[in-house]
């Protein structure tokens, strides 16, 4: 049998209502980890990103020895104990120099992995560009530029698996309306184009502030400014979900299957939508005057057992057989009303 946990108060059902399934999730939680190993540049990546992803990040400095691709035991234990849905391990090894890998979780359980390794030489934190910064919990715009990001349409890829990623990463909590002066910063991952020397080139990340400015005209003038971090990202290994997996985790909810699409924004307003539109009933149609068409289906009839109409015409009645009995006793030279009975022998 499943163990069940039974609320001892008031504080851990809450806990456990917040974990359970719901028809619009919670935002995402990232859980930053650090392997036993880990460089300078390797913890201060971690520290930016976590930074960006606040309120939604949870980062733990404590060293851990985990290896993501040989047992990820450690990493679900870790994702069910916080209710976190995304992780970024960050480890440094002679093999495998600057590396930070990119998780996703599914049920507490390893969807995808994949990792990017930090080119140290154009690295740049946060705090090294002396200009302000975006307030905690805006949505960033984002702008994925080059040919592999739009000539893989079939979603499976190590670039198609960072889009996902970095989508999930910054999409934040669902929201109806969104107000265009909270949009302050653009996260920007631009890839170069493949070629035989280089089949996999790198990722280009790079976070710039919005600002606005007067230009004498309806619409403003609208300038960039970089913001930090600066990261370059080279593709190591890739762990891809199965499809299987992938299906069960990509359904949706009837109340949110509408032939409108899923919005970045959220889900509310398709929810209002769903309410909107009327439920479609089957066999059930309108013509072109306007007039109701349906079609019923039946079972075969069996025409044996079919009721017939019972007409009063083919009944003989208590009147119109005594009139028979006196017609006939009219005949036989009688005209006693009542028939003559048979005699008793």
Same mark, same amino acid.
């Given at each position: 049998?499943?163990?069940?946990?039974?609320?001892?108060?008031?504080?851990?059902?809450?806990?456990?209502?917040?974990?359970?399934?719901?028809?619009?999730?919670?935002?995402?939680?990232?859980?930053?980890?650090?392997?036993?190993?880990?460089?300078?540049?390797?913890?201060?990546?971690?520290?930016?990103?976590?930074?960006?992803?606040?309120?939604?990040?949870?980062?733990?400095?404590?060293?851990?020895?985990?290896?993501?691709?040989?047992?990820?035991?450690?990493?679900?234990?870790?994702?069910?104990?916080?209710?976190?849905?995304?992780?970024?391990?960050?480890?440094?090894?002679?093999?495998?120099?600057?590396?930070?890998?990119?998780?996703?979780?599914?049920?507490?359980?390893?969807?995808?992995?994949?990792?990017?390794?930090? /080119? =140290?030489?154009?690295?740049?934190? %946060?705090?090294?560009?002396?200009?302000?910064?975006?307030?905690? *919990? +805006? @949505?960033?715009?984002?702008?994925?530029?080059?040919?592999?990001?739009?000539?893989?349409?079939?979603?499976?890829?190590?670039?198609?698996?960072?889009?996902?990623?970095?989508?999930?990463?910054?999409?934040?909590?669902?929201?109806?309306?969104?107000?265009?002066?909270?949009?302050?910063?653009?996260?920007?991952?631009?890839?170069?184009?493949?070629?035989?020397? /280089? =089949?996999?080139?790198?990722?280009? %990340?790079?976070?710039?502030?919005?600002?606005?400015?007067?230009? *004498? +005209? @309806?619409?403003?003038?609208?300038?960039?400014?970089?913001?930090?971090?600066?990261?370059?990202?080279?593709?190591?290994?890739?762990?891809?979900?199965?499809?299987?997996?992938?299906?069960?985790?990509?359904?949706?909810?009837?109340?949110?299957?509408?032939?409108?699409?899923?919005?970045?924004?959220?889900?509310?307003?398709?929810?209002?939508?769903?309410?909107?539109? =009327?439920?479609?009933?089957?066999?059930?149609?309108?013509?072109?005057?306007?007039?109701?068409?349906?079609?019923?289906?039946?079972?075969?009839?069996?025409?044996?057992?079919?009721?017939?109409?019972?007409?009063?015409?083919?009944?003989?009645?208590?009147?119109?057989?005594?009139?028979?009995?006196?017609?006939?006793?009219?005949?036989?030279?009688?005209?006693?009303?009542?028939?003559?009975?048979?005699?008793?022998?």
């Amino acid at each position: 049998m499943l163990r069940q946990i039974k609320p001892r108060n008031a504080r851990s059902k809450r806990a456990l209502e917040k974990k359970e399934p719901k028809l619009i999730e919670n935002p995402k939680t990232c859980l930053f980890l650090r392997g036993t190993t880990a460089s300078e540049i390797v913890q201060q990546a971690i520290t930016d990103l976590h930074s960006l992803k606040k309120p939604n990040s949870i980062k733990f400095t404590k060293k851990n020895a985990i290896h993501p691709f040989e047992d990820a035991a450690s990493l679900e234990f870790f994702s069910q104990k916080n209710d976190a849905s995304l992780m970024v391990f960050g480890s440094h090894s002679k093999k495998r120099p600057h590396n930070l890998t990119f998780i996703r979780m599914f049920d507490h359980h390893v969807l995808d992995m994949i990792e990017l390794f930090l /080119e =140290p030489t154009s690295f740049r934190t %946060l705090t090294q560009f002396k200009n302000n910064k975006c307030a905690v *919990g +805006q @949505k960033p715009l984002l702008l994925f530029a080059g040919s592999v990001f739009e000539e893989n349409i079939t979603g499976r890829g190590p670039y198609a698996l960072l889009k996902s990623f970095f989508v999930d990463f910054f999409s934040g909590g669902s929201s109806s309306y969104v107000d265009v002066e909270g949009l302050r910063y653009m996260v920007s991952i631009a890839v170069g184009e493949p070629s035989d020397e /280089e =089949p996999q080139p790198k990722a280009h %990340l790079r976070v710039y502030l919005i600002q606005t400015r007067k230009s *004498g +005209q @309806k619409l403003p003038r609208v300038e960039v400014e970089e913001m930090g971090p600066r990261m370059d990202f080279r593709i190591g290994r890739v762990k891809e979900a199965e499809e299987s997996v992938m299906k069960e985790a990509l359904k949706k909810p009837k109340e949110l299957e509408v032939n409108f699409p899923n919005s970045y924004f959220g889900n509310e307003v398709i929810l209002s939508l769903c309410a909107s539109q =009327p439920k479609t009933k089957k066999n059930v149609e309108t013509d072109v005057v306007g007039d109701k068409l349906g079609k019923i289906h039946v079972g075969r009839q069996d025409l044996g057992k079919l009721q017939t109409r019972k007409m009063k015409g083919l009944k003989r009645s208590r009147g119109i057989e005594a009139q028979d009995l006196e017609d006939i006793t009219m005949v036989d030279g009688n005209s006693d009303s009542e028939p003559k009975r048979p005699k008793r022998l």
